[in-house]
């Protein structure tokens, strides 16, 4: 077991990817701290955590709740003891057309998907550099972070590409502490975010298959994989950088 003894927050973890890291991590000996706004499907996760052995904290709020953000880090290290990784998974996809894109849909999409990691990314990097701890800190992007594979995606694109870059300048900064800073970019994953557009239209999946090289759509265990590994010892040499788990999505446009 690569993550025994170690403490994760996990946010958006009610569901897809989110749940999928939560269970990796659970049988790679870890506990978890899970946040999600969605109160019944976080339960759910948890309840699959203690299955598996390990300790499972829950927190439901928005992560677009300042306050409710600032209270995350205190009430993980109040539950599990300690807090050694955080993964910034919750995200949100509002697609419309560029000339037509409301304010409130930028803000949810900048929010939810770029300012909640960086804050909340910024708030565990305090925590661990006054215990003197490492720690792992890892960015859930997107291969939109490296092209816009579908129209309609631009706020959503902004906020992915901001993850990128916001992973390589706090890597930067957080290097001299023992921090890694890390983003892994799903490519099409089935999951609550995708299950709108593959149900009830077979040929939308297979059209995305179509794109990817290896012939098929992710699943959530193809990005907790990565991510598991991203927080491990393994992993301890590597910042800055994103790693696409996309299938082969992103090697051609
Ligand atoms: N599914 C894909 O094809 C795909 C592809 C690339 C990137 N991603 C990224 O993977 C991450 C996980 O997405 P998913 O596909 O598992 O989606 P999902 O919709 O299944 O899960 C996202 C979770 O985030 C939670 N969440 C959303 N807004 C929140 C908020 N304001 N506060 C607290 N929780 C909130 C939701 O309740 C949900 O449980 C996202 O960052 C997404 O952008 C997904």
Same mark, same amino acid.
């Given at each position: 077991m690569r993550l025994e003894g170690k403490a994760a927050i996990i946010t958006g973890a009610a569901d897809g990817i989110g749940r999928g890291i939560a269970l990796k991590f659970a049988r790679e000996g870890a506990d978890s701290f899970l946040v999600d706004? *969605? @109160?019944?499907?976080? *339960?759910?996760? @948890? =309840?699959?955590?203690?299955d598996l052995g390990r300790r499972a904290g829950v927190l439901v709020g928005d992560l677009r709740d300042r306050a409710f953000l600032r209270t995350i880090v205190a009430q993980a290290v109040e539950a599990l003891g300690s807090v050694d990784i955080v993964v910034n998974n919750a995200g949100v996809s509002r697609p419309a057309a560029y000339e037509e894109y409301s304010t409130d849909d930028l803000d949810l999409v900048l929010d939810v998907n770029l300012k909640a990691p960086f804050l909340l990314s910024q708030q565990v990097a305090r925590y661990l550099v006054?215990? %003197? %701890?490492? +720690? #792992?800190?890892?960015?859930? @992007?997107?291969? *939109? $972070? !490296? /092209?816009? $594979?579908?129209? +309609?995606?631009? @706020?959503?694109? $902004?906020?992915? =590409?901001?993850?990128?870059?916001?992973?390589? $300048?706090s890597a930067y900064d957080l290097g001299p502490y023992g921090i890694t800073v890390n983003a892994v970019?799903?490519?099409?994953?089935?999951?609550?975010?995708?299950?709108?557009? /593959? !149900?009830?239209? &077979?040929? #939308? !999946?297979?059209?995305? &298959? =179509?794109k990817t090289p290896l012939r098929r759509v992710?699943?959530?265990?193809?990005i907790a994989n990565a991510v598991a590994f991203l927080v491990s010892d393994e992993a301890s040499y590597i910042t800055g950088q994103t790693i696409f788990v996309d299938g082969g999505r992103t090697l051609w446009t």
């Open positions: 706004l *969605n @109160a019944e499907g976080v *339960n759910e996760t @948890a =309840g699959m955590v203690r006054d215990s %003197k %701890k490492p +720690g #792992r800190i890892v960015h859930i @992007a997107s291969i *939109n $972070a !490296e /092209f816009a $594979a579908v129209s +309609g995606s631009t @706020a959503y694109c $902004a906020s992915k =590409g901001g993850i990128r870059l916001l992973t390589k $300048a970019g799903p490519g099409h994953t089935r999951t609550g975010m995708t299950r709108p557009i /593959f !149900e009830g239209d &077979a040929s #939308r !999946e297979q059209e995305w &298959a =179509g992710g699943e959530p265990e193809d």
